[in-house]
Structures are given as C-alpha cells and as structure tokens.
C-alpha cells in the first residue's frame, strides 16, 4: 500500500468533482484550507470525524480512502442518473398532491436546475 494512498484519493475525488479546496472544505466544514492541503500532501492524517466528514461528502467508503478497498462502495457511487431522476421524481411526487398543479410545476422547475448542473 503507498504511503500517501489517502492524499491520493482525498486529490482525485476533489479533483473529479472540480472543487478547489478552499470550495471543498466550506461544504465539508470543521477543516481549514491549509490543513486539508496537508492531508493531499500526506505531511498529515485527517481525524477520524474529518475522515467520515469526506466519505460522506464524496459518498465513498471510509476504506476506500485508507486505501482498503478499491471499490468505494458509496450508497449512489456509479448509480445511473435514470435512477437518481426517479428519486427525485418519488420525493416531488411526496411533496405535494400527486396531479396538482403546484406537482407539475416543482416538478418542471427542479428538473429544469438539475439539468443546468450538468
């Protein structure tokens, strides 16, 4: 196992979901910039509440950081976007009276701003 298999992951993960680390660590929270840029440079182990802070974040295993595993293993991890677009059609569906306008409409808007992030 490398010596810096953390760092390596914790750069990838960011790096894929295109978060400069002063983004990342202002939606994890409870870390500064210079501290998580020395996790990447494995100068530094992240705690453990700071380690299970970024698995979640990412939705990956807490193994797959430590470098145990080579699947994440993320509840969604690889989940196709027809499956995430039927959750998101099940909790609008919850929302508001099924057939109602006030549906129709969440509904067009959310499917709208999703599609924008893509």
Same mark, same amino acid.
């Given at each position: ?32 910039? &210079?501290? !998580? ?8 182990? #992240? ?24 699947? #994440?293993?993320?509840? !969604? ?10 959750? =998101? ?8 009276? &099924? ?13 709208? =701003? ?5």
């Amino acid at each position: 196992m490398e010596q810096n298999i953390v760092g390596q992951r914790l750069r990838v993960l960011r790096e894929k979901a295109k978060l400069s680390q002063a983004k990342l660590v202002l939606a994890v929270g409870d870390i500064k910039q &210079p501290v !998580y840029a020395r996790y990447e440079l494995g100068d530094i182990m #992240p705690s453990y509440s700071v380690l299970v802070k970024i698995a979640d974040y990412f939705d990956v295993s807490t193994d797959y950081l430590l470098g145990r595993t080579e699947n #994440p293993h993320g509840k !969604y991890f690889g989940e196709s976007a027809l499956s995430q677009e039927t959750k =998101m059609d099940d909790f609008i569906e919850m929302c508001f009276e &099924p057939n109602t306008a006030a549906n129709a409409k969440l509904k067009e808007v959310l499917k709208k =701003m999703l599609e924008e992030q893509k």
